[in-house]
């Protein structure tokens, strides 16, 4: 959204120009909203896009704190896509549910966030949960061409969920020891 001077709807606020998007959680939840505001002079027409790139970059890292550990796919109409900020993101159950995906992730599929758990990949995309982990496997970061339901194609990225483990170190205070007494002397009481 975009206000720029007298169109503020207190006039006290005309001398500004504002910019702002929204930014959401993994699983759609309104989280709030980042805002660039300056003095009308100032105004550039890029401002929106800059505050709109902004939310998406804070909400893909949100995305990869919640569901780094899932499988997950980055996909885009193009190839070249995939990697920049208007990247779609979901994520995968291990049977193939989408559990999570950004803002573009869900406009790309044709989602809305309560299909978020409700809608399994093979509703959307013509592939099996399978097939994906299968290139994924064999073709690394290599780009998969996949027809989606309504006939376009997206280009899809596969991506293993990070193996987390867990190191423990156990907290066992010992006394120092008197390191001539560790000494063989060869003596004998």
């Known amino acids: 959204m975009v206000v720029h001077g ?18 959401t959680a993994p699983d759609g939840r309104l989280l709030g909203v980042l805002d660039i505001s300056g003095d009308q002079r100032g105004r550039h027409p890029h401002t929106f896009s800059l505050v709109r790139a902004a939310a998406q970059m804070i909400e893909n890292r949100l995305f990869e704190a919640r569901h780094g550990d899932a499988l997950r796919i980055r996909f885009h109409p193009l190839a070249e896509g995939i990697g920049t900020v208007a990247e779609g993101v979901a994520a995968l ?73 867990r190191v423990v170190v156990p907290c066992v205070f010992e006394a120092p020891r008197d390191a001539l007494s560790l000494l063989d002397s060869g003596m004998r009481d």
């Open 93 to 165: 159950s291990e049977d193939g549910w989408i559990v999570g995906a950004n803002q573009s992730g869900l406009a790309l599929l044709g989602l809305c966030p309560a299909d978020l758990g409700a809608t399994p990949i093979a509703r959307v995309l013509q592939l099996r949960p399978a097939d994906l982990v299968d290139w994924g496997r064999r073709r690394g970061i290599q780009a998969m061409p996949v027809a989606h339901h309504t006939g376009s194609r997206l280009f899809v990225r596969v991506e293993p969920g990070r193996a987390t483990v």
């Open 6 to 23: 007298a169109e503020h709807f207190l006039d006290r606020n005309g001398f500004l120009t504002c910019a702002a998007a929204t930014v």
